[in-house]
């Protein structure tokens, strides 16, 4: 049971736009900042967002992230078949002084 | 380009030690910017992170295992290492290092190993 909670799996077609939900709580998502790894098949994770909404360079910007009081969301816009990932969020937590994760949203581009 | 490379046994009995390594190549693992840090994915499963080291020797671990983790670095080879002990077969799971760069405004797991499966099993 992972600390932070996202729903297991997410769907779309190309072109649409797709909402991925993490739910933490005032130790963590709510005092921390908010990171979103993808990790396509096969592959390890790689960063998509850190501090809740910023883009690494090279990131597209059809992906984006938001933090409102104990929950955050990524949001994937124009969707893409290479999109087809698992999704995970993280932040640190600081209750248990560590790193939690998500237990990560499997995204298929139908 | 930095790399790191996880070794070890791919299998461990029960109860026994679990014993991996990670060699850094690309950049020195006594820069003061980083931590270097162990992640765990169970088959089918989520991340879970293990615990992290400092060069300095510093280290930071998951209260769920601190009991039975143990995170030592060795800047002569570049290199930090994990010991689990009691190991079942829940802690089979995809081990993987990753370096983590962190500052006073974000800790980003940026440059990950390929990651190896470690099957407990007798």
């Known amino acids: 049971q992972s600390v932070l909670t996202q729903p297991p799996s997410a769907s779309g077609t190309p072109g649409q736009r797709v909402t991925i939900s993490c739910s933490g709580s005032?130790?963590?998502?709510?005092?921390?900042?908010v990171y979103w790894y993808q990790q396509l098949p096969g592959t390890t994770p790689k960063l998509l967002i850190y501090?809740?909404?910023q883009r690494p360079s090279g990131v597209p910007d059809r992906f984006s992230g938001s933090k409102s009081g104990t929950s955050a969301s990524l949001a994937i816009s124009g969707l893409r078949s290479e999109d087809e990932a698992d999704y995970y969020c993280a932040a640190w937590d600081d209750s248990l002084s560590g790193w939690v994760f998500g237990g990560g949203t499997k995204l298929t581009v139908l | 380009q930095v790399q790191l490379q996880e070794s070890g046994p791919g299998l461990v009995k029960p109860s026994q030690t679990l014993s991996l390594t990670c060699t850094v190549s690309?950049?020195?693992?006594?820069?003061?910017?980083?931590?270097w840090s162990w992640i765990r994915q169970p088959p089918g499963k989520g991340l879970e992170w293990i615990g992290y080291i400092y060069y300095s020797g510093s280290t930071y671990y998951n209260p769920s295992l601190k009991s039975r983790v143990t995170i030592s670095v060795d800047t002569s080879k570049n290199q930090f290492s994990l010991k689990l002990s009691s190991v079942t077969a829940a802690d089979t799971a995809v081990y993987y290092c990753a370096r983590v760069w962190y500052s006073s405004s974000w800790e980003i797991f940026d440059y990950w190993g390929q990651g190896t499966l470690i099957t407990v099993s007798s």
């Open positions: 690309g950049g020195s693992i006594s820069s003061g910017d980083y931590y």
């Open positions: 501090r809740n909404n």
């Open positions: 005032s130790s963590n998502i709510g005092s921390n900042y």
